[in-house]
């Protein structure tokens, strides 16, 4: 099974794709002095981040054999910080962020900075190219300059920064067959990063940012007022059961990929996205409101849904 040949957005997420792996790291080929005790407890203070922030990242990931979880967890720390200095600074968020890169892109970064240390042997260890470390922090910082994106091609782009370049991370932690898997790593990240943004808007519009396509909410006559007071009217379900199904067609479009990883990585990335996937449902079994509450997976309901995705893999 293969992918459709690409929409004009996906044409433009590939390319990005394609150039990002053709940068070069410096840390890739630097051999590593990094001592061993200090190095372990930068591991496990990534672990304790992941483990803080997402559970269902963090699930998904002991399920990869040490070396691979201990890397993907020193992805997502990575990640949470570079997030988290967008999301907790104002006027000083620029200069925070400038700061963290000099760390994070170090081929040697001091001790006591335990998650710019472990993820600079990640990238070592593993031969992630930098450029797709670069792209996921100028997508990030793209929430300080924008707010609202005015079409679903505007948005993906957005996407692509924030969580496919996360993918495309991954995927080289988790090794991968083919180039091939690239466009599925894309997707993958794209419906990610959409359910995320479904399940979080209410979170986001309290932070002064809309993600929601302003065209496709003026298709189903939806406003900003509409959002502000959270209103949950036929207007709104239709327009969630528009996203949803997209956002499901991106699930479904993304998993033959994972057939493209190694496989003692396949389930782990199938759980993390089946994982996300579920968060679909809870929001259609909630009448599509996300805003008087957070859509959410049990633990529970993850670990009974654990025999079908081994079974799918």
Avoid at 18 to 27: F, R, V
Avoid at 187 to 192: D, I, P, Q, R, T
Wanted: glycine letters at 4%; hydrophobic letters at 45%.
């Amino acid at each position: 099974m293969y992918l459709q040949p690409p929409q004009s957005w996906e044409s433009v997420l590939l390319a990005m794709a394609q150039e990002g792996s053709h940068g070069e790291d410096t840390a890739v080929n630097h051999h590593s002095h990094a001592d061993t005790a200090a190095l372990n407890q930068a591991y496990d203070f990534c672990e304790a981040i992941t483990a803080h922030h997402s559970r269902s990242f963090y699930l998904a990931s002991t399920l990869l054999p040490q070396p691979k979880r201990r890397a993907v967890r020193a992805l997502y720390a990575f990640c949470r910080v570079t997030d988290d200095l967008v999301d907790s600074h104002t006027t000083q968020a620029h200069a925070a962020l400038a700061r963290w890169r000099g760390q994070a892109f170090a081929t040697n970064p001091p001790v006591y900075e335990p998650v710019a240390y472990a993820w600079a042997e990640t990238r070592r260890r593993f031969h992630i190219p930098v450029r797709y470390a670069e792209q996921l922090v100028e997508g990030v910082a793209r929430d300080l300059s924008q707010t609202r994106y005015e079409t679903f091609a505007d948005l993906a782009t957005y996407c692509y920064g924030v969580a496919s370049t996360v993918g495309l991370m991954s995927m080289h932690i988790i090794g991968f067959t083919a180039v091939k898997a690239i466009p599925y790593a894309v997707k993958l990240g794209l419906a990610l990063q959409l359910t995320n943004i479904l399940r979080d808007v209410a979170e986001d519009w309290r932070r002064g940012r809309l993600y929601l396509p302003q065209e496709e909410l003026a298709a189903f006559e939806l406003t900003e007022s509409d959002l502000a007071v959270g209103k949950v009217d036929a207007r709104w379900r239709a327009f969630m059961q528009f996203q949803i199904s997209r956002n499901r067609q991106l699930y479904e479009e993304a998993w033959p990929g994972i057939a493209l990883l190694a496989k003692d990585g396949r389930l782990a990335i199938g759980t993390a996205a089946e994982f996300y996937r579920h968060i679909l449902s809870d929001i259609e079994a909630h009448n599509y409101d996300v805003f008087t509450r957070r859509a959410y997976v049990s633990t529970w309901g993850k670990l009974r849904r654990l025999p079908g995705i081994w079974w799918k893999i």
